[in-house]
């Protein structure tokens, strides 16, 4: 089983993925150009972080466009399970793939630093090796990171259990001093309503290496490994059943 | 120059020659080397090639004193873009720094930009990956002393607009195209106000056998035109920094590049990817002075000549003229010598990246640089003489006399110490920069192990499984006031600061950043820095592998602080070794390596308590007085006891080492409390004779490193340390949350998150208005 990471002009996270998946036992990725068409040999799908097409227009509003779109759009509604990182997380908003919008931070600036996650679900495909609650360390770098959804989608995506992560202090409280870019009720991260799709503005590429201060991000691609071992997307058809 | 084409370029004049900064003298030489006048496209080629930004010719024979040799070293100074140095298994890395001070003055957001760009092209030229940035920046004073006075105000809202001007334009560039920064330092002085510095380091990691040279061999090799489109941007870039910045340099805002990390993206991977498929026999970027420098550099270098057509070169709009193109920077171009038979590889390549790629020419082997526009010849020089010929001064130099102070500190106006240390800590030159940091990428690529705020960056490279740190250096107040001592001091740092994290040093690059060189003072300080560094570099055996001058740093209220901007690379064996400056644990207990408290270099002085304090920030801090002597430095006893705290490192005694530099023992000993994951106290005990409490705090004597250890290893901490020969003092233990300093029978306290709210909100409080707390911790 390969992870799929797909090289965008501008990526720049690419090699990160490619290098932090590939450490980890039983894991494999390999770079997909944007300018390919099919994802058919690879289990997985990220999109990593970086500049895609220089964030030029609007960060993922162009390279929504690549060709190679038109295949994780397909798989995605086919179920593969489908990773958005940072800029990756964006091109999967302007893609449709998930609802709501990441704009300029609150602070105007760019933000690099480690912050801290609260997992919110009890089993996500991507968490399910951290219970609800539980702490990830990642660090984030970005300049638009907000998330922003309408009143009526940010309700259905708490009622769907669609928000998978979200930014808490140490000891893991959901505070305003937390949130490094203003991102409303402090997401961080959510799936689409059938569970396949996650994006998120933090690292996990960059917190594979206990080296790095963080192997927490470790943790999400071992349990995407798991999911799609376990035969477990199988199942998102009847998990959009039970939410509907 | 019979096919001479038409055109409305204007005669040449000796008014012409003049507005192109060429001398009489040197306008001869042209026409000897040409056998002929020189036509506009040549005056102005000639004009850039031996402009000070690309010739070095004020300063050539003063870097000829460094030394740039050592067996590791692949490539030495002046071969290349970037010196090259062997760091074992195959591996070897590249790397340089560059100043882009002039276009930042004018310009800060896109001339800072453009500088990250710049120096990172000149990082891939040479086959390697760049791996990580640093930066060493110089501004005017951002807070105000004296709030009331309007004209002041003006002044600081200008600092303010550069600073965040150049700090958003460094980040905008470097985190795009994805290359962490992860390093470097910030002054704030007036000597740098209307002139900021901006200095830009990038490294780079490559296979040795990878090495790509920037010549043009072989004749009849094909010779490619890669990157963005040539525009009107940039005009003369070269030229126009060497001059002094007047109230009419806005005007030459034309002269300022403008920067797009996107392209700068694409190109690198390209040219990576062209790399690894041997079909390359030379490649250089285009930056001072464009086309022209290019292509007649790799000539020269090559002992050939080549032979190019402006109407093949990608433009970016109609109508310009072969001066326009020749000497246009616009940026994130590069010019490739293919090998032959390897044309389609190169637009297949070029093609799949979405880069823009043209033949423009070939290698020839008549030494010339020829340049066609369609039919007709727009510039015709021998490339060498061109490109290496310029003439070599050296200039007129004056001793300046620094002030000595002849005050005594019982003299100056009382201060309390306790509050000393607080205003030192809210100074923006000392107090964290993490307002500035957190704006840069500094954890992409996943290499970053020590981040920036400890005393030097390190750095994991993955794929070569090497662990680099680096760091730049540079004291311009030690240099105002003695330029040789400044400049040792610079190197000495720097070592000491790769030290501490756990490295030992390999080479250096260096930025020197002076003043117009034809007077007198400014040349004598060249001089006497250059010969500073070269002394401290052979003594640590770190050699100069490249850098870059800056002369004419001066504004309409004068010259800046010289400012030798060292850059030190070294490598760290094993992981275990990487040392950060932060305390670890309660109980652990603190050492002062190297001279004790009142160590006196000079003792014939009267006024000796006051010379320690001599150029220290306390004094310019607290008293507003820059005043000699800059601090001594002993180079063989600080290599003793850098080697010392190294030993204790491998032998894995050390938790924490930090060195005493910028506010003197109490800013670094308030330092060690700062632990980004839980804030330490520490309680300490100085006995110090006669020496005044305030000289104990804050005198930045040299050669000094506070290290902590666990108090079981504290015998064989001492028995190493004495077997080293360095002095060292116990000054007491970490624990609790104040930090208390007694010196002899005075004890000073401080709540260490008082301290650290102060130091680590400063410059964020000074630039911004909101109330907003940084998250961390």
Redesign the interface.
Known sequence: MKFAVIRFPGSNCDQDCVASINGLDGLRAEYVWHKETSLDDFGAIVLPGGFAYGDYLRCGAIARFSPIMKAVISDAHAGKLVLGTCNGFQILCEAGLLPGALVRNRSLRFVCDMVTTRVEVDDSPFTHGCPKGALLRLPVAHGEGCFYVDPETLRELNANQQVILRYADRQGRIVSGANPNGSIENIAGICNREGNVFGLMPHPDRASDARLDSADGAKIFRSMLQTITAGRTATAPERVKQVA | MSRQMPTADPVVTPELVKQHGLTSEEFERIKKILGREPNFTELGIFSVMWSEHCSYKNSRKELKKFPIAAPNILVKAGEENAGVVDIGDGWAIAFKMESHNHPSAIEPFQGAATGVGGIIRDIFTMGARPEFCLNSLRFGPITAENPKSEIRNLKLAENRRLFTGVV?GI?HYG????IPTIGGEIYFDESFEGNPLVNVFCLGVLRREQLARATAKGVGNPVFYVGSETGRDGLAGAAFASRELTEQSREDRPAVQVG????E??LLEACLDLLAHDAIAGIQDMGAAGLACSTCETASRAGSGIEIDLAKVPKREPGMTPYEILLSESQERMLIIAKRGKENLVREIFA???VPCAEIGRVTDDGMMRVRNNDAIAAEIPAKPLAEEAPLYSREATPVAAAVSDRRIADLPKIDNRRALRQLLLDPTIASKNWV??????????G??VKPGSDAAVF?V??ANKILAATTDCNSFYCALDPRVGGKIAVAEAARNLTCSGAYPLAVTDCLNFGNPYKPENFWQLREAVEGIAEACRAFGTPVTGGNVSLYNESPAGVVDPTPTIAMVGLIDD?KHITTQWFKEPGDLIILVGRGIGFQPTSDRRDADATLLGGSQFLRVCHGLKIAPAPHVDLVHEIKVQNAVRDLIREGLVKSAHDCSEGGLAVAVAECCFNPEKLLGAEINLKAADTPATTVLFDESQSRIVISVARADLEKTESILREHGVLFQELGEVGGDTLSIRVNEETFRWQVADLYDDWCNAIRRTVEDET??I??L
């Open positions: 958003s980040a985190n795009c195209v994805g797009d990390p996107f392209k993206k694409l799949k990246w979405d940091y957190r704006q840069y990428d500094h954890t992409v690529r996943t970053t192990l994991f993955r794929y992981e907003e707390r998250p961390s």
